[in-house]
C-alpha cells in the first residue's frame, strides 16, 4: 500500500509540473519571446514574437527580379531590417523519461504544427540605363511580407528542484503568401521559467 500511495503522489506532482504555463526565451529561427500553456497532460499551444532571420540573397535578388521598379532595372544589392515573426502553434507531448533512463527530472518528446507570420524591410538597390546611363544607383524599400504554416519537433526537459524548462526543436516553415511553396529549415534551444 505504501509503495502505490509513494506512485500516486509521484504522479499527480508529475502531472501538476506538466501543466505548468512558461515564459522564456528561443535562441534560433526565429529568436522569440515564448509563452506556453498546457491544455492538459499532453496537448499546449504557444504563442512566439520575436525576430525573423532573413532570407537567403537569392531569394531576395528573385523577388526584385520578379517585380522590378522600372523594365530597365538591374538588382544591385540589397539590405535588410525592422523583421519580426509571430507564431502561433499546438503540440502533442510524451513523456519519454523512462525510455531514457533519466533519474532526475523528466523529459518530454513533442511534435507539432502551427502559422507564422514574418516580415522583413527590405532596402533594394538598382540601376536603371534607361533612365540614367552613368550608372546612378537607385533605393526602393519593400516590406517581404510570409504567412505559411509550420511543422515542428523536440524535446523538453523539466528540472525536479527549479523552476524552468529547457528545450531544443527544430521544423520546417512553408510560404503559403508571397512566395507560395518557399521551404525554410526552422529550429532553436531555449529556456522557460515555469509558473
Known amino acids: 500500500m505504501k509503495k502505490l500511495l509513494t506512485v500516486a503522489m509521484m504522479m499527480v506532482a508529475f502531472l501538476a509540473n506538466a501543466q505548468e504555463d512558461g515564459i522564456g526565451i528561443r535562441l534560433g529561427e526565429p529568436l522569440s519571446i ?49 523583421s519580426f515573426s509571430f507564431n502561433v502553434r499546438g503540440a502533442y507531448h510524451e513523456d519519454i523519461t523512462d525510455d531514457l533512463n533519466i533519474d532526475q527530472g523528466y523529459l518530454l518528446a513533442y511534435a507539432g504544427a502551427g502559422l507564422q507570420l514574418r516580415s522583413t524591410r527590405v532596402d533594394y538597390t538598382y540601376t536603371d540605363p534607361s533612365v540614367s546611363p552613368t550608372g546612378i544607383f537607385y533605393r526602393e524599400s519593400r516590406r517581404n511580407i510570409d504567412i505559411g504554416p509550420e511543422i515542428f519537433g523536440g524535446s523538453e526537459y523539466y528540472f525536479d528542484d527549479l523552476p524552468i524548462s529547457i528545450f531544443a526543436e527544430i521544423g520546417l516553415f512553408m510560404e503559403l503568401l508571397d512566395r507560395f511553396g518557399h521551404v525554410k529549415l526552422q529550429g532553436g534551444i531555449g529556456v522557460r521559467y515555469l509558473f
Open 34 to 82: 515564448t509563452y506556453k500553456k498546457f491544455l492538459d497532460g499532453n496537448i499546449a499551444i504557444e504563442g512566439m514574437f520575436g525576430r525573423a532571420g532573413a532570407n537567403s540573397a537569392q531569394y531576395y535578388f528573385r523577388s526584385f527580379d520578379n517585380n522590378r521598379p522600372t523594365s530597365n532595372a538591374f538588382y544591385a544589392g540589397h539590405s535588410t531590417g525592422s
